[in-house]
């Protein structure tokens, strides 16, 4: 089929890879402008752009597709069908009209739970037992076109959103690649998704990372796991030059109780309003990597009885 693609992050690179692979004709990748990046703040392509260029690809990262120009231009790709995957602009109707057969999305979740910005992070901030892709067709509204296929994943104990991510990745590409079978075979059905159960994700903000002891240790470790590794759960203490920010990349439920915020033992363990829970990486303010939870008390002279706030 001639494919236009459309995605910017690590998360959409596989499934680009997989449809040259299938030996789809790929007639454009649109893909988010190169931002500044890393020390020297030099221009760093996206993911996407980087393999779309690796496999000669033509790329377009426009500011905006709701112009006519823009629109035009996309009309004269004379695609079968976009792809999208985590673009990250929004598509008005005149693009969504476009291809032959319309635009199919490949979400990070199980619709219609979790539409939106950030459906991997708050699936496991939520402490839900499964997660998963969904291919759906689009439409104006947000997330709320019909699905095609889905393929299901058990967010395990201790999983962190950065596994979770890691995992639905080539899950997402094996789903979208069966799609385009069945829509090159006239064979792709859709299902209008549920009224019920409605979940919107949004984008993580900086102000909810700061862990909140008072909650149960469940919500706690979820809290953390599902912000890790970006931007990380964190808490403050003084830990010897003043208060300093220590971010928790992995936690899981522990035995334990007291007040919330007071390390309870040498393995890290911190007492939340129920119960507690286990600090098992952490990073402080600028350390380039991480420490287990006893190397981190080791290195920060911490003991039993100290608060974390």
Not at 48 to 66: C, D, F, K, Q
Not at 102 to 114: D, E, T
Not at 276 to 287: D, F, H, P, Q, S
Request: charged share 20%.
């Amino acid at each position: 089929m001639r494919v236009v693609f459309m995605g910017t992050p690590d998360f959409a690179v596989p499934t680009l890879a997989q449809i040259v692979a299938d030996g789809h004709e790929v007639a454009a990748v649109y893909t988010r402008a190169p931002a500044r990046a890393g020390r020297g703040m030099s221009l760093r392509p996206s993911p996407v752009h980087a393999l779309a260029e690796l496999e000669g690809l033509t790329v377009y990262t426009p500011a905006t597709l709701r112009s006519e120009e823009a629109a035009k231009v996309f009309a004269g790709h004379a695609a079968d069908v976009a792809v999208v995957v985590a673009y990250g602009l929004l598509l008005p109707q005149p693009i969504l009209d476009a291809p032959r057969h319309g635009c199919l999305n490949l979400h990070g979740s199980l619709l219609p739970r979790w539409r939106g910005a950030a459906p991997i992070q708050r699936a496991v901030m939520a402490g839900d037992a499964e997660s998963g892709v969904g291919v759906m067709r689009m439409e104006k509204g947000l997330d709320t076109g019909p699905v095609a296929l889905e393929s299901r994943l058990s967010i395990t104990e201790g999983m962190t959103s950065g596994e979770l991510h890691d995992a639905l990745m080539p899950l997402g590409a094996s789903l979208m690649s069966r799609a385009l079978v069945a829509l090159a075979a006239g064979d792709l059905a859709f299902t209008p998704q549920s009224e019920e159960g409605v979940v919107y994700a949004h984008k993580i903000t900086n102000e909810e990372a700061r862990i909140d002891w008072t909650r149960p240790a469940k919500d706690v470790a979820s809290h953390i796991n599902g912000l890790s590794p970006f931007p990380g759960a964190f808490f403050e203490s003084d830990l010897g030059k003043g208060p300093e920010r220590v971010k928790v990349l992995r936690a899981r439920t522990a035995e334990g109780s007291g007040e919330p915020g007071t390390l309870l033992d040498e393995a890290c363990t911190i007492a939340c309003g129920e119960g507690a829970v286990r600090l098992l990486e952490l990073r402080r303010a600028g350390k380039g990597g991480s420490a287990t939870g006893d190397d981190f008390l080791r290195g920060a002279r911490l003991g039993p009885g100290s608060r974390l706030v």
